[in-house]
């Protein structure tokens, strides 16, 4: 078999045994769920070995979650067009949670169902708790408040379109969503990694967003 239908077979195992978790298949490499104001993905993708002697391949596989308005604001507040397909709020590949790892490398002697059995228990067993922490924007501001900066202990990684980080300009984005006025200005503030247009771009959609609204009158 070819690698895409590798990928197609690993997809709807996965997507049978993962049922009971909610997840279901988006397409082929990608598994998804709604919970409250997000959506999570679990992403399988196999490329062949090139080097090795026999045929054989590696997996790939990483959770993500996205909240679609943040993601709209942090491309806003940094002056950059949104692309959905492209951006994920957040993401960890599971072998990050996983010490043991018996699933990396898959040849096609091993059954598919055993080999699919092995990556839906290790994500039921690992992943949905990341999930979890995760599944509330109110969840995602605490753990900003405790990792305002990327460091070596944060939980999860925020995708990047270019070499300089947009974690300042996302959590602008879930404090705003949350209204959290008075500690989104003090952020603006006192935050050393935006920069001065993102500052301005962000303290004018703020301006912009709470001017008071007209009012619509009904002529009798």
Not at 155 to 183: G, Q, Y
């Amino acid at each position: 078999m070819s690698v895409n239908e590798y990928n197609k077979q690993l997809t709807l195992k996965l997507d049978n045994l993962l049922t009971g978790t909610g997840f279901k298949r988006k397409k082929t490499g990608c598994l998804y769920r709604k919970v409250n104001r997000s959506v999570q993905y679990l992403f399988v993708h196999f490329e062949k070995d090139k080097d090795s002697d026999e045929e054989a391949y590696t997996l790939s596989c990483s959770l993500a979650f996205q909240y679609v308005r943040a993601d709209k604001l942090t491309c806003l507040f940094r002056g950059e067009s949104f692309n959905q397909g492209r951006l994920a709020t957040g993401f960890m590949p599971l072998d990050e949670f996983v010490h043991d790892v018996i699933w990396e490398k898959y040849c096609p002697d091993l059954s598919m169902d055993e080999y699919a059995g092995l990556i839906a228990q290790d994500i039921i067993s690992h992943a949905l708790s990341f999930y979890d922490k995760f599944d509330s924007l109110e969840k995602l501001e605490a753990y900003f408040d405790l990792h305002p900066e990327e460091d070596e202990n944060e939980e999860f990684h925020v995708v990047n379109n270019n070499a300089r980080s947009c974690r300042p300009c996302l959590i602008a984005a879930v404090l705003f969503m949350l209204k959290r006025w008075d500690k989104l200005q003090n952020f603006v503030d006192t935050d050393k990694n935006l920069t001065a247009d993102e500052k301005k771009r962000i303290l004018e959609y703020v301006e912009d967003y709470r001017k008071p609204k007209p009012v619509n009158r009904v002529k009798w």
